[in-house]
């Protein structure tokens, strides 16, 4: 796979607290790489060392082959934490002010708006005032600033934040359809379903280290255990008795049992009693969110399976 942007051991400290620890990732030409933590772990801080707003105290950030100030910052796109667009201007000329900023030509800028402008929702409102647009659709038309140029590489810092439901299913349906285009994504976000329906791979940082790293499904089968619903009336006593569970979640006549890392699930399967009452039965394993929290909340998940967790 080629990689389109490399972080390599990033170091970073603000006054005497170090917040990154040698953060190295790539992301590759036509995936969508998550970047994930819980509040404070360095997300931002990795994304603004990727976008120059600030500089590492040591490690390097190369786009194809290109470091520092080589960087061609015209094929870069970046939809920033924080939302902002100038207030008293229309709606195309900012996103026009964005192609120009990027060196993209002018009249394909403007069919480009338009078509997009069209996909969002938002046919008509180019000559609208950004001050007269609610805060969804000011972020729809920042989202378009951010590709209008056609970036290599997009740099999406918690795009789903402060959408509805509808228009979060929109912009996860066009970043996907960027990167089977091509486009190389590196996507921050607290939304953990909608990272699992979208990601091709992740890094999960905390504290400014890292935690996980690799392909969805690698991590899934690596750090997602099984977990066993049973639908019927059973005792909860009964239930933890049973071999390798390691906690039993009652809600009325659902019972959700957690079972231990790398079971053998068809021998596991056998060892149920059989005075279970089972109306349902399915086995999936923990969620993304599961995961995530269990790191957030420092259960080392990654150290027993002999991961780079720390503490
Ligand atoms: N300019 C700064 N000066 C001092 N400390 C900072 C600065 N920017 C970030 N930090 C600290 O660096 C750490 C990482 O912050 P960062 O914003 O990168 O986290 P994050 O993972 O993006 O969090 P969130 O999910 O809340 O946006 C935090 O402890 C934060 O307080």
């Known amino acids: 796979m080629e990689a389109v942007l490399s972080v390599e051991g990033l170091e970073k400290s603000f006054k005497n607290t170090k917040v990154l620890h040698n953060i190295t990732f790539d992301v590759h030409k036509g995936e969508i790489m998550a970047i994930l933590g819980p509040n404070g772990a360095g997300k931002s801080t990795t994304?603004?060392?990727i976008m120059g707003i600030m500089y590492p105290d040591d490690g390097s950030v190369t786009f194809h082959n290109h470091q520092g100030s080589e960087i061609p910052r015209h094929k870069i796109g970046y939809l920033p934490e924080e939302r902002g667009l100038y207030k008293n201007v229309k709606v195309m000329d900012i996103i026009l002010y964005f192609?120009?900023?990027k060196d993209y030509p002018i009249k394909k800028a403007k069919e480009r708006a338009l078509q997009y402008l069209e996909k969002f929702g938002l046919e008509g409102k180019e000559n609208v005032s950004v001050e007269e647009l609610s805060k969804g659709m000011g972020q729809k038309v920042q989202f378009i600033g951010s590709i209008i140029h056609e970036p290599e590489l997009l740099i999406l810092d918690e795009p789903f934040s402060?959408?509805?439901?509808?228009?979060?299913?929109?912009?996860?349906q066009e970043i996907k359809e960027?990167?089977?285009n091509?486009?190389?994504?590196?996507l921050s976000s607290h939304q953990m379903n909608l990272v699992e329906e979208m990601c091709d791979r992740l890094f999960m940082i905390n504290r400014g280290q890292k935690v996980i790293y690799g392909s969805l499904k690698d991590v899934k089968s690596k750090y997602a255990n099984f977990k066993c619903t049973i639908l019927g009336d059973n005792s909860a006593q009964q239930l933890e008795s049973i071999n390798q569970v390691t906690r039993v979640e009652q809600d009325g006549y659902s019972?959700?049992?957690?079972?231990?890392?790398?079971?053998e699930l068809p021998s596991w399967l056998h060892t149920l009693p059989n005075n279970l009452d089972i109306v349902e039965l399915k086995v999936d394993r923990i969620s993304l969110h599961e995961i995530f929290v269990d790191v957030a909340l420092g259960r080392s998940i990654a150290e027993e399976v002999g991961g780079t967790y720390a503490q």
């Open 255 to 263: 019972s959700v049992l957690y079972l231990e890392q790398g079971i």
């Open 47 to 49: 994304i603004r060392n």
């Open 178 to 180: 960027l990167a089977n």
């Open 162 to 172: 402060g959408l509805d439901p509808v228009s979060q299913d929109v912009f996860k």
């Open 99 to 101: 192609a120009e900023l």
């Open 182 to 186: 091509g486009t190389a994504i590196l």
